[in-house]
């Protein structure tokens, strides 16, 4: 399979513990991107990277949530001390960014279903 | 009041019938308009996408976007079960960096 792989595809953890997600894009995107989804509700836009770049973050990001993409491929999401609000479908999806077209198409992974008890 | 507004329905029809999902939205600087699915479990993909005002036909898919209305429709014609999912609106201003979403209409298309 080459699309967009999430891990884990689910974690159920405690309040107040941290939680790290890892996506790895499809090869050769050099764009990757992290949504969040609650049930019934659209993904929000959290983030973005261009290689190890990151460009720009929602206000939705508090200071609880890190993203890195250290060598420009996979990435991770962390969550320090995870609050009950944070439970939610964490997704994230990739694309080829280039300055012949200014469409480009993101594709979306599986998502990492988080439950804070 | 939210920058995209979607009807989650539920939206339930017979197989073969014409189908009908719209959004509409508040921000004009939005020039690039998708259409994702997304079945339970897994993440949306894309079904189309428009630049600026216009229909664009893909098989039983067609999408329109009026931008003088703000308003945005997907018309699914002879469908089928297994178009039942969920159906996303997805709007962006420019480079489709920072798409923003509907809600989500969840269709069933019953045999």
């Known amino acids: 399979d080459t699309g967009v792989s999430q891990d884990p595809r689910h974690k159920i953890t405690k309040r107040g513990q941290n939680v790290t997600f890892r996506c790895d894009p499809i090869?050769?995107?050099?764009?990757l991107y992290w949504y969040r989804q609650t049930l019934g509700q659209g993904p929000e836009f959290l983030t973005y990277?261009?290689?190890?770049?990151?460009?720009?973050k929602s206000r939705l990001l508090s200071d609880r949530f890190s993203a890195e993409r250290p060598k420009g491929s996979f990435s991770t999401l962390e969550i320090q001390r995870t609050e009950q609000g944070d439970s939610a479908m964490y997704l994230c999806?990739?694309?080829?960014?280039?300055?012949?077209?200014?469409?480009?198409?993101?594709?979306f992974g599986p998502g990492t279903r988080l439950t804070v008890l | 009041q939210k920058e995209v507004e979607q009807d989650p329905g539920p939206l339930s029809v017979p197989e073969g019938a014409i189908v009908s999902l719209n959004c509409t939205y508040s921000?004009?600087?939005?020039?690039?308009f998708m259409w994702y699915r997304q079945y339970s479990r897994k993440g949306p993909e894309l079904l189309m996408y428009?630049?600026?005002?216009g229909n664009k036909e893909d098989g039983r898919f067609t999408a329109q976007v009026d931008k003088s209305s703000k308003y945005i429709s997907l018309f699914i014609r002879d469908s089928q079960p297994s178009d039942s999912a969920t159906y996303l609106c997805?709007?962006?201003?420019?480079?489709?960096?920072?798409?923003?979403f509907g809600a989500g209409t969840r269709l069933t298309v019953k045999p």
């Open positions: 999806a990739s694309s080829v960014a280039s300055q012949r077209a200014s469409y480009n198409e993101q594709f």
């Open positions: 090869s050769e995107h050099n764009r």
């Open positions: 990277f261009q290689n190890e770049a990151q460009l720009e």
């Open positions: 921000n004009s600087a939005f020039q690039y």
């Open positions: 428009t630049y600026s005002s």
């Open positions: 997805a709007m962006s201003a420019w480079n489709n960096n920072d798409m923003r």
